[in-house]
């Protein structure tokens, strides 16, 4: 077996075991209960007072066919299909839960990292190691492997593209022929039918054709934008009828400035960024000014490289381009629809590029360095110190185990379910606000006990002083209260317990008292009152 061979099974083992963790050990996040009721025949409904989680599920019946999914997505979501028609194809041989529904997210994450391998083995094979754990081992990366969402497809699918788009002839230039821009072309197709943010990336590569065109005056490089057009062009009624659907998302654009300070948060995010809560801030700040130092430094050698030699087009120029064009295009987004969304996951699109043009600045940095020490220090050992340095930061940001994602807020629902399974149902009530949306109500019939009982307060918190009397009633004979915060009511970092002054008084005034939930993230989802004897 070839050392290539080795590398590769020894990188899909140590990713399977870190990215398998989170399968197990996370609560399920109000997104992955919305791909779960997408896949599934049932009907929403919003269930208001007292009522046992048992008669919930309805909402999540039996498997649903392909064209059922899609016509969901059409009428009752926003997203494109490609995703959830292969994990509901997926469904039906692994099964419908939210294990088995993570479980194809590893399996895109772990082709992402082999496909990662090949691409920087034909590109930087001295290198090629490193920069595959600096991908591997990301922020971003870490964190959607293991979540049912169609984030690690996007990844897949924007590295396959990379892989066509930098097809080399035994030179340096480019080159390309029928089959290659066919697949270029599908391959970017299903990149806009999986989400629609990945028209961000998808339109840098096919400016790419563009420019590679004009310089070589070869057609074929013209083959793949018509072919990505054509692909997409029966979904983009929908796409259409799709923008505007959900004004309520996102903040107003908040100038340039606020902006540019947001954006590189993200762009060093996605490399550098813990997958639990208290890490310390002041060292994940540090790693993020470090990748951020490696972008810039990968950044300038990569433009002069592009500059010195147009025609050549090395990989590290190419994800430069394709993610300034990415960024570029976003803030212009932002700015004529006053409209911001900054959550990490938006911004895989980059992830790939910059994976390689920070670890392109480490090997870059290594070989500057090395000119300014005695010649018996090398610069290959130079860059390796940086790759194992900018790695062990990484790994130390690892979620090994932990039951909450730092990158999309999570719940303890993992904790609360066993907390109502270690005392009788009877005695234990669990108040839900289920916010504005489905996800929190769905998260509850997935994450919840079949026997427990549960009390739904209205999306609307005018109404809430009419559930009062109902909830008051709902108490007698409970020993223990939960009150289950939403995700889209009030800010983190404060006391949530506050927004439901009516319903804690009336817990108050029946002799229940605040206690301790165990820790202080958990008491940014949830509280717990007992009753004294």
């Known amino acids: 077996m070839s050392n290539l061979n080795y590398k590769m099974i020894g990188l899909a083992l140590m990713a399977l075991v870190i990215y398998a963790i989170g399968v197990f050990s996370r609560s399920i996040w109000y997104d992955e209960s919305i791909t779960l009721y997408?896949?599934?025949?049932?009907?929403?409904?919003?269930?208001?007072?007292?009522?046992?989680?048992?008669?919930?599920?309805?909402?999540?019946s039996s498997l649903q066919s392909p064209a059922g999914v899609v016509g969901t997505l059409i009428s009752d979501d926003v997203h494109p299909p490609l995703y959830?028609?292969?994990?509901?194809?997926?469904?039906?041989?692994?099964?419908?839960?939210?294990?088995?529904?993570?479980?194809?997210?590893?399996?895109?994450?772990?082709?992402?990292?082999?496909?990662?391998?090949?691409?920087?083995?034909?590109?930087?094979?001295?290198?090629?190691?490193?920069?595959?754990?600096?991908?591997?081992?990301?922020?971003?990366?870490?964190?959607?492997?293991?979540?049912?969402?169609?984030?690690?497809?996007?990844?897949?699918?924007?590295?396959?593209?990379?892989?066509?788009?930098?097809?080399?002839?035994?030179?340096?230039?480019?080159?390309?022929?029928?089959?290659?821009?066919?697949?270029?072309?599908?391959?970017?197709?299903?990149?806009?039918?999986?989400?629609?943010?990945?028209?961000?990336?998808?339109?840098?590569?096919?400016?790419?054709?563009?420019l590679i065109f004009l310089q070589q005056r070869n057609w074929r490089y013209l083959i793949a934008p018509l072919v990505c057009f054509l692909i997409f062009l029966p979904w983009f009624g929908v796409f259409i009828a799709h923008l505007g659907a959900r004004p309520d998302q996102g903040v107003g654009f908040g100038g340039v400035l606020a902006w540019g300070k947001t954006a590189l948060l993200r762009l060093s995010g996605v490399i550098i960024s813990p997958s639990h809560f208290g890490y310390p801030s002041l060292l994940t700040l540090a790693g993020q000014a470090g990748v951020l130092a490696a972008a810039c430094f990968g950044g300038w050698f990569s433009a002069r490289g592009l500059l010195k030699a147009p025609a050549s087009w090395r990989l590290e120029s190419f994800a430069l381009f394709t993610a300034a064009m990415a960024m570029l295009m976003l803030t212009a987004l932002f700015m004529v629809t006053d409209k911001m969304m900054s959550p990490l996951r938006y911004f895989a699109i980059c992830l790939p590029s910059m994976a390689i043009i920070a670890s392109?600045?480490?090997?870059?940095?290594?070989?500057?360095?090395?000119?300014?020490?005695?010649?018996?220090?090398?610069?290959?050992?130079?860059?390796?110190?940086?790759?194992?340095?900018?790695?062990?930061?990484?790994?130390?940001?690892?979620?090994?185990?932990?039951?909450?994602?730092?990158?999309?807020?999570?719940?303890?629902?993992?904790?609360?379910?066993?907390?109502?399974?270690?005392?009788?149902?009877?005695?234990?009530?669990?108040?839900?606000?289920?916010?504005?949306?489905?996800?929190?109500?769905?998260?509850?019939?997935l994450g919840l006990p079949?026997?427990?009982?549960?009390?739904?307060?209205?999306?609307?918190?005018?109404?809430?002083?009419?559930?009062?009397?109902?909830?008051?009633?709902?108490?007698?004979?409970?020993?223990?209260?939960?009150?289950?915060?939403?995700?889209?009511?009030?800010?983190f970092g404060v006391d949530k317990a506050g927004l439901y002054t009516e319903f804690v008084q009336v817990l108050e005034a029946q002799g229940f008292t605040r206690g301790d939930v165990g820790s202080s993230d958990r008491a940014n989802f949830q509280s717990v009152w007992t009753r004294q004897n």
Do not use: C
């Open 38 to 60: 997408t896949l599934s025949k049932g009907a929403y409904f919003s269930p208001l007072g007292l009522i046992k989680v048992a008669e919930l599920q309805s909402m999540l």
């Open 84 to 210: 959830f028609v292969l994990l509901n194809l997926w469904s039906y041989v692994f099964g419908a839960s939210l294990e088995a529904a993570r479980a194809f997210s590893v399996v895109l994450s772990l082709l992402s990292v082999g496909v990662f391998y090949a691409l920087m083995s034909e590109h930087r094979p001295k290198f090629a190691l490193g920069y595959t754990l600096v991908f591997a081992l990301s922020g971003l990366m870490v964190g959607v492997a293991a979540e049912a969402r169609s984030t690690a497809l996007v990844i897949l699918l924007t590295l396959v593209a990379f892989y066509v788009a930098n097809r080399r002839k035994s030179g340096d230039d480019l080159t390309t022929d029928l089959r290659t821009e066919l697949i270029l072309g599908l391959v970017s197709a299903g990149l806009l039918l999986t989400h629609y943010f990945a028209a961000l990336i998808v339109a840098p590569i096919m400016m790419h054709r563009g």
């Open 360 to 445: 392109f600045g480490l090997e870059k940095a290594g070989k500057v360095a090395s000119e300014f020490l005695p010649q018996a220090v090398r610069a290959s050992q130079l860059s390796i110190a940086a790759f194992i340095a900018l790695i062990a930061l990484q790994v130390s940001m690892v979620n090994f185990g932990y039951e909450t994602s730092a990158q999309v807020s999570g719940n303890y629902l993992r904790s609360l379910s066993a907390d109502l399974s270690a005392q009788p149902s009877a005695e234990s009530l669990v108040l839900i606000d289920p916010g504005g949306g489905r996800g929190d109500t769905l998260n509850a019939v």
């Open 450 to 491: 079949d026997e427990a009982d549960v009390f739904f307060l209205s999306k609307s918190r005018a109404d809430w002083a009419g559930q009062v009397e109902a909830f008051s009633d709902a108490l007698q004979g409970r020993e223990q209260v939960w009150i289950s915060y939403s995700i889209t009511r009030g800010p």
